[in-house]
């Protein structure tokens, strides 16, 4: 059974930065694929971005160019990098992993999920 911890939300101003932690345990981290997807009041959970155990990394359209995902096998940590926060952006973001995916973006290929943490974009 895998655990997953996220950390690193909280409240920023749009235009900000934040970094969350996703530390996992129970597992062979370094063998599963490992997304990041949130889930805003009122709206379907999303995907936001994934990287398998190659480090081959996925993004949706609307966080290309300013969210990056990475991955420390070493520390069973997966960080989402986000950079050029937007009020759109503010969500409960969760971390999940996966053995073997088709899909990326699909959230119900993923075997084991996180808590959440909680990102608020203010204006």
């Known amino acids: 059974q895998v655990q997953l911890v996220e950390s690193g939300g909280g409240l920023v101003q749009a235009g900000g930065s934040l970094r969350l932690s996703c530390t996992a345990s129970?597992?062979?981290?370094?063998?599963?694929?490992m997304g990041w997807f949130r889930q805003a009041p009122g709206k379907e959970r999303e995907f936001v971005a994934a990287?398998?155990?190659?480090?081959?990394?996925y993004y949706a359209e609307g966080v290309k160019g300013r969210f990056t995902i990475s991955r420390v096998n070493a520390k069973n940590t997966v960080y989402l990098q986000m950079n050029s926060l937007k009020l759109e952006d503010t969500a409960v973001y969760y971390c999940?992993?996966?053995?073997?995916?088709?899909?990326?973006?699909?959230?119900?290929?993923?075997?084991?999920w996180g808590q959440g943490t909680q990102v608020t974009v203010s204006s």
């Open positions: 129970g597992g062979t981290f370094s063998s599963y694929v």
């Open positions: 999940a992993a996966a053995r073997i995916v088709r899909s990326y973006s699909r959230g119900d290929e993923y075997d084991y």
């Open positions: 990287i398998n155990w190659l480090a081959t990394t």
